[in-house]
């Protein structure tokens, strides 16, 4: 090879290789946004498709939800429905990891904001939940405590780590059984352990990082297993029947200390939430009970958000029974709350 020939090959080589570099790197960019958006992605739940809501939202009239993650089979239908009758809005479910996503429209949480919080945002109570204890029903404790049920003292024995209580009352348990909590603070353990009197750090087993869904799983893995959790996880939405591997344990309802044979309802989730619906909330005793509430910043620019809380509002009561709810009382559910958004909302 002559030197003319062998510069004339370099000047190639130094060609080809800064693009296939640049084509190599941009393959294994995209690789780590697929398996991001497979991952950690939001759901299109219009759609059925994840997507991302950065790319979504340079389309217009989107709308970008995010919070509690047992609400999202609710939220899921009420998007499902107003997009049959307002077909031009790309409503997007961005799943909560350790914190909010950066950019949202609409917050769902399930447990009620301190002051601060609610001084810069509006607040619609769309819905109640309730959190009931439950056992792996392969456990020899859901076999003898779905008969003998659990009343208040009991479950603070079971859950709570307490210094001060007295330890001559404590019942004896001989049954071996294991308690299962979530790690990260969030709206179940927040709303049950406050309602004993405690803080989420007071409670007792094993912490399972993730969702409710995560807490669930982990349940269902160990024979022993107790835990907690709300109606909309521990039944499902089509038979109404405690979820398969799942016994609810019965409380003492009425808080006389025992448990009567007419206090063992959790057979079907409709029965469940008659009962609950019916009494009145200083008539139910051991059973937390707590607002789902979605929330919007204070003058925000996003019209389309707000045209759907107001379509939730109108519509989404029917819903609620199907997914595991009760209905929110009256005086804190106020269907014209929103209206006042139409004066300020760009059109």
Same mark, same amino acid.
Do not use: C
């Given at each position: 090879?002559?030197?003319n020939?062998?510069?004339?090959?370099?000047?190639?080589?130094?060609?080809?290789?800064?693009?296939?570099?640049t084509?190599?790197?941009?393959?294994?960019?995209t690789?780590e946004?697929?398996a991001?958006?497979?991952?950690?992605?939001?759901?299109?739940?219009?759609g059925?498709?994840?997507a991302s809501?950065?790319?979504?939202r340079?389309?217009?009239?989107?709308?970008?939800?995010t919070?509690?993650?047992?609400?999202?089979?609710l939220v899921q239908?009420?998007i499902?429905d107003?997009?049959k009758?307002?077909?031009?809005?790309q409503?997007?479910?961005?799943?909560?990891g350790?914190?909010?996503?950066?950019?949202?429209?609409?917050?769902?949480?399930a447990?009620e904001?301190?002051?601060?919080t609610k001084?810069?945002?509006d607040?619609?109570?769309?819905?109640r939940?309730?959190?009931?204890?439950?056992?792996?029903?392969?456990?020899?404790?859901?076999?003898?405590?779905?008969?003998?049920g659990?009343?208040?003292?009991?479950?603070?024995?079971?859950f709570?780590?307490?210094?001060f209580?007295?330890?001559?009352?404590?019942?004896a348990?001989?049954?071996?059984?294991t308690?299962?909590t979530?790690l990260?603070?969030a709206?179940?353990?927040?709303?049950?352990?406050?309602?004993?009197?405690?803080?989420?750090?007071?409670?007792?087993?094993?912490?399972?990082a993730?969702?409710?869904?995560?807490?669930?799983k982990?349940?269902?893995?160990?024979s022993?297993?107790?835990s /907690?959790?709300p =109606?909309?996880l521990?039944y499902?939405h089509?038979?109404? #029947? *405690?979820?398969d591997? %799942?016994?609810?344990? $019965? +409380?003492?309802?009425?808080g006389?200390?025992?448990?009567?044979?007419?206090?063992?309802? /959790?057979?079907? =989730?409709t029965?469940v939430i008659?009962?609950?619906?019916? #009494? *009145?909330?200083?008539? %139910?005793?051991n059973? $937390? +009970?707590e607002?789902i509430?979605?929330?919007?910043?204070?003058?925000?620019?996003?019209a389309?958000a707000?045209?759907?809380l107001?379509?939730?509002?109108?519509?989404?009561?029917?819903?609620?029974?199907?997914?595991?709810?009760?209905?929110?009382?009256?005086s804190?559910f106020?269907?014209?709350?929103?209206?006042?958004?139409?004066?300020?909302s760009?059109?």
């Amino acid at each position: 090879m002559n030197l003319n020939t062998f510069h004339h090959s370099l000047l190639i080589l130094a060609l080809i290789i800064p693009a296939s570099l640049t084509w190599a790197q941009e393959t294994v960019t995209t690789g780590e946004v697929v398996a991001t958006e497979q991952t950690e992605s939001p759901a299109d739940v219009s759609g059925g498709v994840p997507a991302s809501a950065d790319v979504i939202r340079g389309k217009q009239k989107v709308v970008v939800i995010t919070g509690v993650r047992f609400a999202y089979p609710l939220v899921q239908k009420w998007i499902e429905d107003y997009n049959k009758v307002t077909p031009d809005v790309q409503l997007v479910i961005e799943s909560r990891g350790s914190s909010d996503p950066a950019n949202y429209d609409i917050l769902i949480e399930a447990y009620e904001p301190n002051e601060a919080t609610k001084r810069s945002r509006d607040y619609v109570y769309i819905a109640r939940y309730a959190i009931l204890p439950i056992a792996n029903n392969k456990s020899e404790f859901a076999k003898v405590y779905s008969s003998k049920g659990l009343n208040k003292d009991l479950i603070s024995q079971l859950f709570f780590h307490d210094i001060f209580s007295n330890k001559k009352k404590e019942q004896a348990i001989k049954i071996p059984y294991t308690i299962y909590t979530r790690l990260q603070k969030a709206g179940s353990p927040i709303i049950f352990t406050k309602y004993f009197g405690y803080e989420q750090k007071d409670v007792k087993g094993k912490a399972i990082a993730g969702a409710d869904e995560h807490l669930l799983k982990a349940l269902l893995r160990d024979s022993t297993g107790v835990s /907690y959790l709300p =109606l909309s996880l521990i039944y499902d939405h089509t038979s109404k #029947k *405690p979820v398969d591997g %799942i016994t609810v344990l $019965p +409380v003492d309802l009425n808080g006389n200390g025992k448990i009567s044979e007419d206090e063992k309802f /959790y057979g079907e =989730l409709t029965t469940v939430i008659q009962h609950l619906e019916q #009494k *009145p909330a200083k008539e %139910i005793n051991n059973i $937390p +009970v707590e607002y789902i509430n979605l929330s919007i910043e204070k003058n925000s620019g996003n019209a389309e958000a707000i045209e759907f809380l107001k379509w939730v509002i109108q519509n989404g009561q029917k819903d609620l029974h199907d997914f595991g709810y009760i209905k929110p009382e009256p005086s804190r559910f106020e269907s014209e709350k929103f209206e006042w958004f139409d004066s300020k909302s760009p059109k």
